[in-house]
């Protein structure tokens, strides 16, 4: 129940500062959509169209059942299939540490998308820290609830590791908003994101 309401607290989060991101109307690629419950949420609340992408047959089918429009495409054989700045926003909601090619992926997102969001889990935050100093076993948490065996994550990073690809990739950061597991930001996290920050939500577009 704890867990649930933590989950209930963070997508609530995550939504308002969406809301606040995305234009009404706007044309949306959401990449990795799962179950569709983020676009069926940004469709009733903004009016957005566009598409979902992801590759397992459940969840297509399930956001199918939502009204949405779907595609089942495996985003690690690339996005060439959408022509460049073909969407106002294109999102990767915590899908792009579970890719093979995240270095790929972002720069196909910043060329289709006139700006992208993507979130990440921090594995750099200081309880995964102190787990695995303290265990010596890879660190499971509420941003991270995966055992190492069963995780769909490829490619844990650190806040400085993203941005540092982003630097790379000649990637923009617009904004950046920082929160934990309950959804909440504090003075920490503004003075130590790396270390106290569990997710992080980025606003992002290609450099000219």
Known sequence: MKDMLKVSKLSLKMNSILNSWIQKNAEVLDLGCGNGTLLASLKETLNVSGYGIDISEKNIELSLSKGLNVIEQDIDKGL??????????????????????????????????????????????????????????????????????????????????????????????????????????TMLMNLAPNLFTEIALYKLKQKI
């Open 80 to 185: 060439r299939n959408f022509a460049d700045d073909s969407f106002d926003v294109v999102i990767m909601s915590q899908s792009i540490q579970a890719l093979k090619k995240p270095e790929n992926a972002l720069k196909e997102i910043v060329r289709i998308g006139k700006e992208c969001v993507v979130s990440i889990p921090n594995f750099a935050n200081l309880r995964c820290r102190m787990q695995l100093a303290l265990t010596g076993k890879m660190p499971v948490s509420s941003a991270l609830p995966h055992e190492w065996y069963a995780t769909p994550n490829l490619h844990l990073c650190s806040l400085k590791d993203f941005e540092n690809l982003c630097q790379k990739l000649d990637v923009e950061i617009i904004e950046r908003k920082l929160t934990n597991s309950f959804g909440k930001s």
